[in-house]
């Protein structure tokens, strides 16, 4: 909260104190317990928290993990380093998601590398972020859903599958330019903004998944083409993990707006009555509250009703700040 919302100079003895009490917290010890000698966290890039490199990193930044420590400088080392990347189980699939333009086990990459302070630069950064700016160009050439895909019988549905080299936007693609600033420009950001529209315009009428057809269907990977405005914290009582993605998510807008749907717009009025509201805590469901301590929690334990509230709060209001909203609410 300090550096995030009232810039606090990460010199400053209350900084430095903070850092030392973050190092000690038993899931931030955990994470760093699983790195390898080569500076590599968990067992493989893609995974769960502890053993996924992208998760357990996920986790060290949240819980306020500075940059400039050892053991994250090692961690950003060990992935420009890594030849065992073949070894790892998401290689095959992440393979195939590359090939087809789906942003895989290269984008993942290369998105780490960018989590971790990477030059941009960085031949495996600019490589992601050129197939990103190629698929939302490439996009723009597309007028219907059956541009570039095709409809196919899995597991006693009817569902749709990538046509291999044809240009559409995947979820990484997103991701990668969001994260990045080298590539903006005001002709490429003409260009996405128009196609990110037109793509959402295509969607509009289809909220299915969509595979990868690579001998068997992989996936489903789709882009939330059909976000919209949330105005009811119970759009998420069918899905509860989508609550602690959404709300995950808000911590992450920024006042770049240009990119993908940011969470932080996505805020209704009725969203907006339930957080000023005097008990926030009683429109949500146990399940609702396990997995969001699962996946977006930051205090150390919820012993206390208000630790739940802080954990609530907390990207909301930072979210708000990122977006630059603040004179809004």
Same mark, same amino acid.
Not at 256 to 278: F, V
Not at 301 to 313: N, Q, V
């Given at each position: 909260?300090?550096?995030?919302?009232?810039?606090?100079?990460?010199?400053?003895?209350?900084?430095?104190?903070?850092?030392?009490?973050?190092?000690?917290?038993?899931?931030?010890?955990?994470?760093?317990?699983?790195?390898?000698?080569?500076?590599?966290?968990?067992?493989?890039?893609?995974?769960?928290?502890?053993?996924?490199?992208?998760?357990?990193?996920?986790?060290l930044k949240r819980n306020g993990v500075e940059?400039?420590?050892?053991?994250?400088?090692?961690?950003?080392?060990?992935?420009?380093?890594?030849?065992?990347?073949?070894?790892?189980?998401?290689?095959?699939?992440?393979?195939?998601?590359?090939?087809?333009?789906?942003?895989?086990?290269?984008?993942?990459?290369?998105?780490?590398?960018?989590?971790?302070?990477?030059?941009?630069?960085?031949?495996?950064?600019?490589?992601?972020?050129?197939?990103?700016?190629?698929?939302?160009?490439?996009?723009?050439?597309?007028?219907?859903?059956?541009?570039?895909?095709?409809?196919?019988?899995?597991?006693?549905k009817d569902v749709r599958y990538y046509i291999?080299?044809?240009?559409?936007?995947?979820?990484?693609?997103?991701?990668?330019?969001?994260?990045?600033?080298?590539?903006?420009?005001?002709?490429?950001?003409?260009?996405?903004?128009?196609?990110?529209?037109?793509?959402?315009?295509?969607?509009?009428?289809?909220?299915?998944?969509?595979?990868?057809?690579?001998?068997?269907?992989?996936?489903?990977?789709?882009?939330?083409?059909?976000?919209?405005?949330?105005?009811?914290?119970?759009?998420?009582?069918s899905n509860p993990i989508d609550f602690a993605?959404?709300?995950?998510?808000?911590?992450?807008?920024? #006042?770049?707006? !240009? +990119?993908?749907?940011?969470?932080?717009?996505? %805020?209704?009025? @009725? =969203?907006?009555?339930?957080? $000023?509201? /005097?008990?926030?805590?009683?429109?949500?469901?146990?399940?609702?509250?396990?997995?969001?301590?699962?996946?977006?929690?930051?205090?150390?334990?919820?012993? #206390?009703?208000? !630790? +739940?509230?802080?954990?609530?709060?907390?990207? %909301?209001?930072? @979210? =708000?700040?990122?977006?630059? $909203?603040? /004179?809004?609410?």
């Amino acid at each position: 909260m300090y550096k995030e919302i009232l810039d606090e100079s990460c010199d400053s003895d209350k900084m430095i104190q903070l850092q030392e009490d973050i190092l000690n917290l038993p899931k931030v010890k955990k994470a760093f317990s699983v790195q390898k000698e080569s500076g590599f966290l968990g067992r493989v890039l893609h995974g769960v928290y502890f053993d996924g490199f992208d998760s357990t990193l996920n986790l060290l930044k949240r819980n306020g993990v500075e940059l400039s420590n050892p053991n994250m400088q090692r961690a950003k080392d060990s992935l420009l380093n890594w030849t065992d990347y073949e070894k790892d189980h998401f290689y095959k699939g992440g393979n195939f998601m590359d090939e087809y333009g789906r942003g895989g086990f290269r984008a993942i990459i290369a998105d780490l590398l960018v989590e971790l302070g990477c030059d941009e630069n960085e031949t495996m950064i600019q490589t992601q972020i050129n197939y990103a700016l190629d698929h939302f160009e490439g996009a723009l050439l597309h007028t219907c859903v059956d541009d570039f895909t095709r409809t196919a019988r899995f597991q006693g549905k009817d569902v749709r599958y990538y046509i291999k080299d044809c240009k559409w936007p995947a979820a990484n693609h997103v991701q990668i330019l969001s994260k990045t600033s080298s590539w903006r420009n005001e002709e490429n950001m003409d260009m996405v903004r128009n196609s990110y529209q037109h793509c959402k315009k295509i969607m509009r009428s289809y909220d299915g998944f969509i595979y990868i057809n690579c001998g068997y269907m992989l996936g489903p990977f789709n882009h939330n083409w059909n976000s919209s405005i949330v105005d009811d914290v119970h759009v998420f009582d069918s899905n509860p993990i989508d609550f602690a993605w959404w709300m995950r998510g808000l911590s992450s807008a920024t #006042k770049t707006q !240009s +990119i993908a749907y940011e969470p932080i717009s996505g %805020i209704g009025q @009725g =969203i907006l009555d339930w957080i $000023l509201s /005097d008990d926030v805590l009683s429109e949500l469901t146990d399940e609702h509250l396990r997995l969001y301590k699962k996946y977006a929690s930051l205090e150390p334990a919820w012993r #206390k009703k208000e !630790s +739940i509230l802080c954990d609530i709060y907390f990207p %909301i209001v930072l @979210g =708000i700040k990122r977006a630059g $909203l603040e /004179d809004k609410c």
